[in-house]
């Protein structure tokens, strides 16, 4: 983690709350992915809805990589495409994956020079219709489907994306009839995945289906790879689920007879764990029925996942962080009763007015969830490097602008 003195002069500096982000370990998460997996060609399509901050990203496109790697981007807006395009990202790796979207959206990406993941049969037929001789890749609902929260399973009978295995065949027919060339499946069955095995089996039920396809240049197998955000969560053994990929990807570019490229969507696997919200304790409420209320000057407007999905961060008192411990419930400053970072009782070093608060694994799905609710300023971003040096890479947003906006 970062030495604390950093974090005290972030705030001192900066205020408080901020995000702050770690660029080394960003860097190290991208190589040993990198390296886990085996096979080349191998491209790496960072999410970048984990976390869109440009000087993030550029961060991940200027790391060199290993022979046969190569970083892209999965975007799910033309924003995201657009912020990739400034971030130096070739059009040629970048995939569009986009989810009940406009035809209008889809042919502005399209123009681009962006690869178009189709995930309706409505929709594949309007783009063969308008683009023959089009290359594209097509989303399959593999009925397989996995993650920490209903709402983020992607997969299966109850999931809204990706066209159904079983008519894999008719999406082939469509391309077929107007000469269009599905060259990449894709599938991604669900975020935040500790489980090797729920890869693999999904790796399994889409090599059944992908001969279907005929003239494919590559499988694109989604993200969803996990992290540890609770001390009783074990790591994705990624060393041993990246071999594992690589040799039942090997087998079936044999019976394909085709040597493919291997495609992954990592966001949270890259970004989580480098990402802090630094925060301070405003208030200690010590209720009758001995309950103690710790509020801070952030809320869900920053950190959405604890409120939206019941998500476990941990939390660190780094200015007494040898004080006892006490059952606190960590709370925010927002007007709504759901306004907490710890939904349960959790003992933490005693926190008191004027501590300041780390909450972790919070550079995915954070600050992008970000709103202005209550008119609440978003807080700043901050990137710390190697040496220890920090640099303000988004700046706190005013009330001021937020009134003159709103």
């Not at 500096?13 to 390296?35: D, G, I, M, S, W």
């Not at 689920?241 to 690589?246: I, K, N, P």
């Not at 970072?341 to 933490?348: A, Q």
Request: net charge positive.
């Amino acid at each position: 983690m970062i030495n604390t003195e950093i974090f005290q002069l972030i705030a001192k500096k900066f205020k408080t709350p901020a995000y702050v982000y770690e660029q080394e370990l960003l860097k190290t998460q991208l190589l040993t992915l990198a390296n886990a997996i085996l096979w080349r060609p191998l491209t790496i399509l960072y999410a970048i809805k984990a976390n869109s901050n440009f000087r993030l990203v550029r961060t991940l496109v200027n790391q060199r990589l290993p022979k046969g790697v190569i970083l892209g981007v999965d975007a799910v807006s033309p924003g995201e495409v657009d912020l990739a395009l400034r971030a130096g990202v070739s059009n040629q790796n970048i995939i569009f994956t986009g989810n009940n979207v406009s035809n209008e959206e889809i042919d502005t990406v399209y123009k681009k020079g962006v690869m178009v993941n189709i995930d309706a049969l409505s929709h594949l037929e309007k783009f063969c219709r308008k683009h023959s001789n089009g290359r594209i890749c097509i989303r399959i609902n593999p009925n397989v489907g996995a993650g920490h929260h209903d709402h983020c399973i992607t997969g299966g009978p109850d999931s809204k994306f990706g066209i159904w295995y079983s008519q894999a065949q008719l999406a082939q027919n469509i391309a077929d009839k107007y000469n269009v060339h599905i060259v990449g499946v894709h599938q991604h069955i669900g975020s935040q995945i500790l489980d090797p095995d729920k890869f693999l089996y999904a790796m399994d039920v889409l090599f059944e289906i992908a001969p279907i396809f005929w003239d494919l240049s590559f499988v694109d197998f989604g993200g969803g790879f996990g992290v540890p955000y609770s001390p009783e969560e074990k790591p994705l053994d990624i060393q041993s689920l990246g071999a594992a990929m690589s040799l039942i990807f090997t087998n079936f570019c044999d019976k394909y007879d085709r040597k493919l490229k291997m495609v992954i969507e990592p966001g949270r696997y890259l970004t989580a764990q480098a990402g802090y919200l630094l925060v301070k304790v405003t208030t200690v409420k010590h209720n009758p029925d001995g309950k103690i209320f710790v509020g801070v000057n952030s809320g869900f407007n920053h950190l959405d996942r604890p409120a939206r999905y019941g998500s476990y961060h941990h939390i660190v008192n780094i200015s007494n962080p040898n004080g006892p411990k006490r059952k606190v419930r960590i709370v925010g400053n927002l007007c709504e009763s759901g306004d907490k970072f710890t939904p349960e009782e959790r003992k933490i070093a005693e926190p008191r007015e004027g501590d300041l608060l780390i909450i972790e694994n919070a550079g995915a799905y954070g600050y992008c969830m970000s709103s202005n609710y209550n008119l609440r300023p978003r807080p700043p971003e901050i990137m710390v490097t190697k040496r220890g040096s920090v640099c303000e890479i988004r700046k706190r947003q005013t009330t001021e602008e937020l009134v003159a906006s709103a």
